[in-house]
């Protein structure tokens, strides 16, 4: 049975691919791949297209079997409604595993610059495959030692958990110290490192200690890598599917196909390459290890050893996994957008500077902007309007209960990594002006959609400071409704791009972001919607030297259907600042003069990738 026929059996799936056909809606990638929707059709049909097979098969089983970038330990939804039905319940666990997955990477190797994934099992200890660990360590008699290459130097290991696609991030890496365990042919292909001491603070995964379920949902975390030789399908259709991305951590959903497919082993339908050797299996339901996968072929089949085995390496060596225990199910998905954190006092705010005019400096000033609706601007304390946080400031419009915009300064050399706490009131205003719970919660209600985005703040001397920037992130003040999976693509990474293009000893920029607000928008569950979101990014160029601004756009719209909510494509536009400044009713002052889209006759068009955006002239 192919690979193709296999996944037909995930009938929920085949049910969405098939109303897709029947409606005309695009399939994702389709475009890139060179397939049309008759294509497809023809093709399940039987009937000859004017597209190879295999093109049309990898359009079909990227959307039953995607493999979905790691972006700052997150990851967007795909575009199937079934996907993001069964993903996001999973959400937190899936988040809270990946910091614990990295690559594993070489230091004079004669070859290879790294050869696979490998993941947190207990503190400082790491598992990956034997045939990984065999690339830099081998047996000599009853010891493992480091092999050498041809001029005798040892080849040194390490594991770096932040090697994801255009992350802001710094690398974190730890060096391997020791190889605990190496199995001998035959045996389940696991090898244990002991990292050097005290180097990673991150969290050991849990092992699974129950039976594995057929059919139940499992994701992939690993490091897939461009390798030719070993799948069924041409090269260019491999690297169409990637879009020539490779060798960064990915999440890969799936399902568990055979409990016992070997002694030791299960299958699973996970999409995989090369680099996957080593990655972590979860189970979806109770975040536990469900296996450590092993082997695959594109496309076509994959296994990973057990937890059992994985658990019987680990006696042979003196780690102790205290954190092995049974599994505890997931309950039924929360409703996380209602939950808060208690109330802080309002003395806690007297030391918040937020948004700093000079941030950038080199003589840079850029004022807040001015909002020319003032009979809305919402006022507090001694006629105050700016609620400042740490390293960010929001305006808010007291007839909307929303911020007008939200204003950040991001250090990028100073981010750091931080976890998601609960959404806060703030208590220098009332709560009536405060969105609370009416329109947030599961699907079909709205996400807090964050204007400042939670990492932006979250940067630091230390951990406290960024703790506390992220924290504050978390104010119902910052947010204004979206639609569920809105926050991704390249509307999310708009940020982390302007830092790779700010002065690289610094990595410095300022973000305005905030909704258009029209008297048509919608209402939904009491609340009037904006229909579409604007952002202004400003910094230094790292090439010219000179301060840049540019603006964007992303709208909701076709996805607030009068009756129904739709899931789809979130496009975002590079637009005028000018054509901003008209429709929001704020002005940016001299950041207009900056625009590259100076010219009021470029005509907006929806960026496909980073390549498309302007910085300059």
Not at 21 to 28: M, V
Not at 225 to 240: G, H, I
Request: hydrophobic fraction near 40%.
């Amino acid at each position: 049975m192919t690979r193709l026929e296999t996944l037909q059996q995930d009938a929920e799936l085949i049910q969405e691919m098939d109303r897709r056909l029947k409606s005309g809606a695009a399939f994702p990638n389709a475009t890139r791949m060179g397939a049309s929707n008759n294509d497809l059709k023809n093709f399940i049909e039987g009937f000859p297209t004017d597209q190879p097979s295999s093109s049309m098969e990898a359009v079909i089983l990227d959307f039953l079997r995607p493999c979905l970038l790691v972006k700052n330990n997150s990851f967007s939804l795909p575009d199937s409604d079934i996907w993001k039905s069964r993903l996001e319940p999973y959400r937190k666990l899936i988040e809270r595993r990946l910091p614990s997955v990295g690559r594993i990477e070489f230091k004079f190797h004669p070859r290879f610059k790294w050869g696979g994934t490998g993941w947190l099992i207990a503190e400082n200890i790491i598992i990956t495959n034997r045939h990984v660990a065999s690339l830099f360590a081998g047996k000599s008699g009853n010891n493992i030692i480091f092999n050498r290459n041809s001029l005798g130097l040892t080849i040194e290991a390490s594991i770096d958990y932040n090697e994801e696609f255009q992350t802001v991030f710094a690398p974190l890496q730890v060096g391997v110290e020791e190889v605990l365990y190496l199995a001998d042919d035959g045996q389940p292909d696991i090898a244990i490192l002991k990292l050097s001491p005290g180097g990673s603070v991150l969290e050991p995964v849990p092992i699974y200690m129950g039976n594995l379920v057929p059919k139940s949902e499992i994701a992939v975390i690993g490091y897939p890598a461009y390798d030719p030789y070993r799948n069924p399908l041409k090269p260019a259709d491999v690297t169409r599917i990637f879009g020539d991305i490779f060798d960064f951590k990915r999440m890969s959903p799936g399902l568990l196909l055979n409990e016992e497919a070997a002694p030791n082993v299960f299958s699973h339908d996970a999409t995989t390459l090369g680099g996957n050797s080593g990655s972590l299996v979860l189970d979806l339901k109770t975040g536990h290890a469900a296996g450590l996968h092993f082997s695959g072929v594109f496309h076509d089949e994959n296994f990973a050893v057990t937890g059992r085995a994985i658990l019987d390496a680990l006696a042979k060596t003196s780690v102790h996994v205290v954190n092995a225990k049974p599994p505890v199910s997931v309950p039924a998905p929360v409703d996380s957008e209602n939950s808060f954190q208690e109330e802080a006092p309002v003395e806690q705010y007297n030391d918040r500077v937020g948004y700093i005019e000079e941030f950038l400096g080199d003589g840079a000033v850029i004022p807040l902007p001015q909002i020319s609706d003032k009979e809305n601007i919402l006022t507090f304390g001694n006629d105050e309007f700016v609620l400042k946080y740490l390293h960010f400031s929001v305006v808010m419009n007291k007839a909307r209960r929303m911020c007008f915009y939200s204003a950040v300064n991001i250090h990028g050399a100073q981010s750091r990594k931080t976890k998601r706490p609960g959404w806060r009131l703030d208590p220098r205003i009332k709560k009536e002006f405060q969105i609370m719970g009416e329109c947030y919660g599961n699907p079909p209600k709205f996400s807090r959609g964050h204007m400042t985005r939670r990492e932006d703040p979250a940067w630091g001397g230390d951990l406290q400071e960024a703790t506390l920037g992220n924290a504050d992130s978390m104010h119902v003040t910052n947010t204004v409704p979206q639609m569920q999976p809105f926050n991704g693509g390249i509307w999310l990474g708009l940020e982390d791009y302007a830092l790779q293009n700010a002065r690289g000893d610094e990595m410095m920029i300022s973000v305005f972001t905030g909704p258009f607000f029209t008297g048509e928008d919608p209402e939904r569950f009491d609340i009037q919607i904006p229909l579409e979101f604007w952002k202004i990014i400003a910094f230094i160029h790292d090439e010219t030297g000179e301060l840049c601004a540019t603006g964007y756009t992303m709208s909701q719209e076709t996805f607030l259907a009068p009756e129904e909510f739709v899931f789809g494509e979130y496009k975002t536009y590079q637009t005028t600042i000018r054509s901003i400044e008209e429709r929001a009713g704020i002005k940016f002052g001299e950041l207009a003069d900056l625009d590259p889209y100076v010219n009021e006759e470029v005509v907006a068009s929806p960026l496909q990738d980073f390549s498309q955006v302007r910085f300059r002239r």
